[in-house]
């Protein structure tokens, strides 16, 4: 009795298509939670600056030790420093940044937001 042997043309094909499908799915969920996932990135890095802000130039810790503060859920949250202006800014990549400065007397403060 004789099989039919498959081609491997056809399964070559299904895997572009099948690429494109998810790209499309993740591309419409993404649209569909934009709102809540830009609020929740502005938060994150706001609080982020502002913490790591406190945290160096108040408390006089390092920026890697002050990463430790940083709630569960807050690894996408990356901290630069500048010694210069005593401030630190938060991003999250792609999506939002914010920047606290130090000033005597007051502590740290958020940089006002654009929009």
Request: with cysteine.
């Amino acid at each position: 009795m004789a099989t039919a042997k498959r081609s491997k043309g056809a399964s070559r094909r299904i895997w572009p298509s099948a690429l494109l499908a998810v790209a499309v799915l993740v591309g419409g969920v993404a649209w569909f939670y934009r709102e809540p996932i830009g609020g929740y990135t502005t938060t994150g890095a706001a609080y982020g600056a502002r913490t790591a802000c406190a945290c160096r130039y108040v408390a006089g810790r390092s920026l890697e030790d002050c990463e430790k503060d940083f709630e569960p859920g807050m690894e996408v949250v990356f901290l630069s420093d500048d010694p210069e202006t005593k401030s630190v800014t938060a991003r999250v990549p792609l999506l939002s940044s914010a920047t606290a400065r130090h000033r005597d007397g007051f502590g740290c403060l958020l940089e006002p937001w654009d929009g």
